[in-house]
């Protein structure tokens, strides 16, 4: 048991994150203090340009749409004790389905191929993620090796649907017809003014949604208790009736609906056809999201916005100073997602001392527990 | 000796003051150990005489395992002194406890199961890199001490295949081997059969002719006064008494324990069993390696009735219970509820189970019947979260949900009465109340329930087999699955005795001897006597 009482509600939410996330853009200050640039200058630039003006503020909240959908993904299988590292494949191979639903309904109406093409990367994603999820629980193959594996698969399969099917006649590159101007999402610049010439869109909406409906799935329902059940305790799960294998099945399917949704943002809001790697491993910065989130729709709303300001603001930055180009800016983003996510605990125990000494009553306590061992 | 007088601080109760003819084994004053904000061992003084078997009883959590786990060197006393055979010590590890000539024999053998006795013996006590020597070395050593002690065992036997009894043995001469003079045992009876409890008896009792000390630590107040001289009572991190076995009763014992007075015999009236609850027919049931550990097991069960499945631990009990609840596919065979066969099979079959009115207290509630990080109104619904008194459709009613746990807290009282404290919080006997409550809530038909009062406080056990009585009163048909063979014969009306994955004895629990109920469950008589 331990030793050290738990942080304060706020204290673990919040100034353990900022502590951490402190730490991070220390380390990165050094990183870029070694190049010989002024990481006061350098910060700036990444602030600036992730909020400076509502063109940067555009960037930063598309980015950070799709970090909330694979952010949620990763957590809603988190909750069930699994770890879909799949984010990726899922939403590539959904981005399939968005794109034969988009080129098939074009001529009707955007309202029309929204939806449809929304149910499509549900279904696309969820189906990529369906598969591992099968394999675990009937036959015992470990959703982190297959769902990784199905990285991979759907890169080939997408590269061979790229090439060989969905190319149309007259294109070099590897990429979908574009979808007909009706059929096309309108952006959020094309009604509200400063969002002008960014691709933030409509998704956006659909991920406040999802953050608010997974808050809801999991801890309002008794699908999320079921859920939370197994993640926490599988063997009293199925003690409680709970089918293990039901339950991992139809949380890695949600979970890669989840995923899915990056496509939605990507092919029907910004792209307007399929190209190549359009994920662009937003699956795997979802995993950082969710880590430093907490697993919490709040927490990873935040992280989120904190990993679309970095990607944009970092975008920004080799603008500004020339002797800083992407590699470093892509330093930064490993050096936040190290001290956020894998080293989250790194002040606590510290923390937890600090917190004890300072109230007074359980400043004895806080000395005596130093040579701690296991309760009897 | 000490200089020290220790006359000023003995309790009015406390015996043994006088210097015993052989002197002081053990010499503790003064000893405190906290854990944060729990005060695990206050000012504890105890004396235990060279050559004696002195006990040490106590609830769980009293701090007779803090106390005895600073006497071999686990935890380090905040304050207090330490004399071992007169000489003030300073034991900084177990290392230093075994120059001290203190071994320990835990609770959980610290053995390696495919080594040999010898190379168990010797394993942390070789006497250079090549291992020839010290193996030559200690079958000798060995020799003697199997027959000085009567300690047989087969220095090549493989550890797994021998009985545990005898794998108790061999931590017993790992200990010799190591020059132990005094020796702790932590509840040595847990996992042995009467007989085989019966045979270390003999060896304790063989070592103390010997000269050698021993500590029993134990909550069998039956086995502290057959063995032991003098006996140390703990009651919530104090010592309260320390008195000669011969001068004490196991009521008195009890109530030094409990700080209050106990029943420690259940008081039920004859059964009056009705129609056939539960049935179980030829059931055939493997474990998760394949082995087969239920072998063809029939038995039924009539309302108003309890039925004891006795057994030494590993004997297919576990599985049987997990089989009929639906926590296991079963091989072969059927298990029929209230006159209706029931499906386990898939891995949903306690949801069935639940549905068909059967209800299930687990062997092992932390790991089975509580999720211990959800906090306590969590626990209440698990198993019958889907139920429409916690929320219509899809929905959880979060209210309805905490309402009952209210409920069951007042009508259990469990302490502390937070339903949003996390369960594992809580203490053993109150986490127990918990899934009792629970479990008891919808009124089964037939209620399983194994290892009642396992890690359960003496006062909580009291009141557990009371509500386990008021059900089977209410005409329902309850299963009882446990180890302790007292409770098993105090609490059913029938006694099965299981052995090998087969129930090979059936007595009425109003007749059977102890002794009887012991050959069965060492596999003596094979035969089923009919009932």
């Known amino acids: 048991m331990s030793a050290l009482r738990p942080l304060p509600r706020w204290a673990d939410l919040a100034l353990l994150p900022v502590l951490n996330l402190l730490l991070a853009v220390l380390v990165s200050g050094l990183v ?24 940067n503020i555009g960037y930063t909240l598309y980015y950070a749409t799709n970090f909330v959908f694979t952010g949620l993904a990763v957590a809603l299988a988190a909750h069930g004790g699994l770890f879909n ?68 698969i759907a890169a080939a399969l997408m590269i061979y649907m790229l090439n060989r099917v969905l190319k149309p006649a007259g294109v070099s590159g590897p990429e979908s017809a574009m979808i007909a101007e009706t059929g096309r999402m309108p952006k959020i610049g094309s009604f509200f003014a400063p969002f002008n010439y960014t691709p933030v869109n409509l998704s956006i909406f659909i991920a406040l949604l999802a953050l608010v409906g997974v808050y809801f799935l999991i801890w309002r329902t008794k699908f999320g208790y079921a859920l939370r059940a197994m993640g926490q305790n599988p063997t009293a799960a199925r003690y409680a009736g709970i089918s293990n294998s039901k339950m991992i099945i139809i949380t890695m399917t949600l979970s890669g609906a989840l995923a899915g949704m990056v496509a939605f943002n990507e092919v029907l809001g910004v792209q307007n056809r399929l190209v190549l790697d359009f994920v662009a491993d937003a699956g795997f ?21 904190l990993f679309g300001a970095l990607y944009q603001g970092g975008n920004e930055l080799q603008y500004v100073i020339s002797g800083l180009d992407r590699t470093v800016v892509v330093i930064i983003q490993a050096l936040v997602i190290l001290f956020t996510g894998a080293m989250e605990g790194l002040f606590r125990p510290g923390l937890q001392r600090t917190f004890m000494l300072f109230s007074p009553e359980q400043k004895a306590e806080a000395v005596s527990r130093e040579t701690v061992g296991k309760e009897s | 000796m000490s200089g020290t007088s220790s006359d000023n601080m003995q309790r009015p109760e406390t015996a043994a003051a006088a210097t015993p003819a052989n002197g002081w084994a053990i010499e503790l004053e003064k000893i405190n150990k906290r854990f944060g904000a729990v005060h695990a061992n206050k000012d504890i003084d105890l004396k235990v005489a060279r050559g004696t078997i002195h006990g040490i009883v106590g609830e769980n959590g009293a701090g007779k395992s803090t106390l005895m786990s600073i006497l071999y060197g686990f935890y380090k006393a905040d304050s207090g002194t330490i004399r071992v055979n007169g000489t003030e010590a300073n034991i ?54 199997e027959t000085e002690y009567q300690l047989e065992v087969d220095p090549d036997a493989t550890i797994e295949d021998i009985s545990v009894g005898q794998q108790q043995r061999v931590e017993i001469l790992k200990a010799l081997y190591r020059g132990a003079e005094i020796l702790i045992l932590d509840e040595p009876t847990g996992v042995l059969t009467p007989k085989e409890a019966d045979d270390l008896f003999r060896v ?61 015999h259940v008081q039920k009236d004859a059964a009056n069993p009705g129609k056939t609850l539960l049935e179980v027919k030829d059931l055939v049931v493997t474990d998760d390696m394949g082995i087969t550990r239920v072998k063809s097991v029939s038995f039924s069960i009539r309302a108003g009735e309890i039925v004891g499945i006795a057994g030494v631990s590993g004997n297919g009990q576990t599985e049987l219970l997990e089989s009929i609840t639906g926590m296991r596919d079963q091989r072969s065979g059927t298990v029929i509820l209230n006159g209706n066969p029931l499906s386990l099979k898939g891995d949903d079959g306690a949801a069935r189970a639940r549905a068909a009115g059967l209800a299930h207290v687990p062997e092992d509630r932390q790991r089975m019947g509580l999720i211990t990080t959800f906090s306590e109104w969590e626990n209440a619904i698990l198993g019958y979260s889907d139920s429409e008194d916690y929320g219509k459709g899809a929905m959880l009613d979060i209210a309805k949900a905490k309402a009952k746990a209210a409920e069951h807290i007042k009508t259990f009282d469990v302490r502390p009465a937070d339903i949003n404290l996390k369960t594992a919080l809580f203490s053993g006997g109150n986490q127990q109340k918990i899934v009792l409550a629970r479990e008891m809530d919808r009124d089964p038909d037939v209620l399983v329930v194994g290892q009642p009062t396992r890690g359960v406080d003496i006062g909580a056990i009291e009141f557990i087999h009371n509500q386990i009585i008021k059900l089977r009163d209410a005409g329902k048909a309850i299963l009882l699955v446990s180890v302790e063979l007292d409770e098993i014969r105090s609490l059913s009306d029938r006694i099965l005795v299981m052995f090998d994955g087969q129930i090979v004895g059936e007595a009425e629990a109003a007749t059977a001897t102890e002794g009887q109920l012991g050959l069965m469950m060492a596999g003596v008589v094979e035969e089923r006597q009919p009932s």
């Open chain 1, 32 to 55: 870029v203090l070694m190049i010989g640039q002024n990481p006061l200058t350098a910060i700036w630039a990444i602030i600036t340009g992730a909020f400076g003006n509502g063109y």
């Open chain 1, 85 to 152: 590292i799949g984010g990726n494949g899922q939403a590539y191979v959904a981005g399939l389905g968005v794109i034969l639903v988009a080129l098939a309904l074009q001529d009707t109406h955007w309202l029309i191929v929204a939806p449809a093409a929304l149910v499509a990367a549900a279904v696309f994603g969820g189906a990529w993620a369906f598969i591992p999820g099968y394999l675990q629980a009937k036959r015992g193959s470990h959703v982190v090796i297959t769902t990784i594996m199905f990285n991979f």
């Open chain 2, 92 to 145: 900084a590890d177990s290392r230093a406890a075994l120059a001290l000539g203190i071994g320990m024999v835990h609770q959980h053998f610290m053995l390696v199961d495919n080594f040999s006795v010898l190379e168990n013996v010797i394993l942390g006590a070789e006497d250079s890199g090549f291992i020839k020597p010290s193996l030559d070395r200690a079958r000798r050593e060995l020799d003697r001490l």
């Open chain 2, 204 to 264: 304790l009792r063989t070592l103390r002719e010997q000269g050698k000390t021993v500590i029993l630590i134990t909550h069998k107040l039956r086995e502290i006064m057959a063995i032991t001289d003098n006996v140390s009572v703990m009651r919530q991190g104090e010592m309260v008494a320390t008195v000669k076995t011969a001068e004490t009763s196991p009521e008195h014992l009890a109530e030094l324990m409990v700080g209050r007075s106990v029943l420690l």
């Open chain 1, 285 to 305: 910065v979802g995993i950082a999201v969710a880590l430093m989130g907490r697993n919490h729709p709040i927490g990873i709303g935040l992280a989120a916005l």
